[in-house]
Each structure stands twice: as C-alpha cells, then as structure tokens.
C-alpha cells in the first residue's frame, strides 16, 4: 500500500496571521452570539420566574394585612387598657422589623447574582485557548 505524502510549503508569516486574526474575529462573532442567547434565556427565566412571586405577593399581602387586622384586635381583646391604635400600631411595628430584616436579606442576596458572568467567562477562557496556540 503506497501512501500519498503532500508536499506542503512553510505559508508565510501574513497568511499564518490573517488566519488567526479570521479565527478571533469568527470565535468573537459565536461568543457574543452565546451571550446574546444566553442573555436572553435568562431575563425569560427571570420573567417567568416574576410572574408567580408578584401574584404570591398579592396573596400575601392580603393575607397579612387580615393576620394583622386580627393580631391588633385580639392583642386588644387580651390587654382591655390598651386603645385599638395602640394594637394597631404594636402590630405594624412587629410587620415593619420583620418586613426591613426580610429587605436587607434580599438586598444582600442580590447583590451577589451576576448573570452575565458565566458568558464572559467562557468568552476569556476561549480568547485565552485562541492565543496559546
């Protein structure tokens, strides 16, 4: 069985580096295309995520405004000295703490998400490959 050796000659210097500047500009185009997608993906998962809280929220809320329609009466019924504002107002205090601590857990939480990161992530870590070889 023969076998066929092509003869190939050294390509000079400006074809090596148009090649790999086509190459960066082609792996920059699929990147950006990645992240766009990925972009995309996730503000439609956010958004489908948002629906059901915002209802939840809706439900809470009414739900804790009867709660402390109750708690202010029933405090008042337990302590007859005390005037209906009065139970009115030690129950908004307790839903106001609760209410701030709840915020600044959140607040926190969120300042930790980075959605784009994973994107530009993997853009550095092919640019990185792209220039090794």
């Known amino acids: 069985m023969a076998m066929q050796v092509e003869n190939h000659q050294d390509a000079p210097v400006s074809t090596l580096v148009s090649g790999i500047v086509q190459d960066a500009q082609k792996l920059f185009v699929e990147q950006m295309t990645l992240f766009q997608v990925e972009f995309k993906h996730d503000m439609q998962r956010t958004w489908m995520a948002l629906v059901p809280v915002v209802i939840g929220l809706a439900v809470l809320l009414t ?16 302590l007859p000295e005390l005037p209906l504002w009065g139970g009115y107002m030690a129950v908004g205090i307790f ?39």
């Open 63 to 78: 739900a804790f405004f009867l709660l402390g329609m109750g708690a202010s009466h029933l405090l008042c019924t337990v």
């Open 95 to 133: 839903v106001a703490i609760g209410g701030t601590l709840l915020t600044l857990w959140g607040k926190s939480m969120l300042a930790d998400v980075k959605p784009v990161d994973t994107a530009l992530k993997g853009l550095e870590e092919n640019v990185k490959w792209k220039t090794k070889n």
